[in-house]
């Protein structure tokens, strides 16, 4: 992988290139046990790295080709949709020795994967991991059923050193996610009408306050209007990246 690196901001931001010539965007964080890499793939995945550990978050193979992509020590699944669980995707990453988190809707879906249940938590290839309710509570279906019913999906948050970082999956601003404390970095979703709008960003972050956050998985969405709802907002950070 070749990296080309650009001051912007505070943030530092690497063009990360991987074998095939793909070219994303990646952040590299500083936290108190080293640097916590993040590779904006795009849409709602995700490719972390972290004291030699690759963890791919939700691997879609429409966004890249995965035969090229590192491999993966971990792989996180937040719910049973395509555009989230995507079999050759994961296929292309995984090996013996990767271990695979789903959430409950993706039970018997993936072989030899770990399951857990909202509220749970679980120290997985020396990751802490906690599964976070992911769910609607506004936007349904034309029959009335929520886009993602609360019980199927997770978000995760993830223990880098002294850093706990967020990534919430497809959900609305649930009182779960609101009630969360001492999250450095978060993932906050804003694909209408599926998930959340601006406003709904807003006032989670508003509520548990991480210190960076990043919009993402937003589609047509405009970033733009996150970035105005929390400007002057002291101690919050928003980052945008291309995560459409």
């Known amino acids: 992988m070749k990296l080309q690196k650009a001051v912007v901001g505070v943030a530092l931001v690497v063009l990360a290139t991987v074998a095939s010539g793909q070219e994303f965007q990646k952040d590299v964080i500083s936290t108190s046990a080293g640097d916590l890499q993040i590779t904006f793939v795009g849409h709602g995945t995700l490719m972390l790295g972290f004291g030699g550990k690759v963890i791919h978050v939700d691997p879609f193979g429409r966004l890249a080709d995965y035969s090229t992509m590192p491999k993966a020590d971990l792989v996180l699944i937040t719910h049973a949709h395509g555009d989230h669980l995507d ?6 990453v995984r090996t013996p020795a990767t271990q695979v988190v789903v959430a409950p809707v993706c039970k018997g879906k993936v072989e030899g994967a770990i399951v857990l249940h909202n509220g749970e938590q679980k120290q997985v290839a020396a990751i802490d991991i906690l599964a976070v309710p992911a769910y609607n509570l506004v936007h349904m279906r034309k029959d009335g059923t929520p886009y993602h019913p609360k019980g199927e999906g997770n978000g995760y948050v993830l223990t880098f050193g002294d850093s706990r970082v967020y990534v919430a999956g497809d959900t609305e601003n649930v009182p779960e996610m609101k009630a969360l404390e001492n999250i450095a970095i978060a993932f906050l979703p804003m694909n209408l009408p599926y998930t959340m709008t601006p406003e709904m960003v807003a006032d989670a972050a508003r509520a ?10 937003y589609g047509e969405t405009d970033p733009d209007i996150l970035v105005g709802l929390l400007k002057g907002e002291k101690g919050i950070e928003v980052r945008v990246r291309s995560m459409k």
């Open 208 to 217: 548990f306050r991480p210190r960076i956050l990043y919009p993402y998985h």
């Open 87 to 92: 079999p050759a995707a994961l296929a292309a």
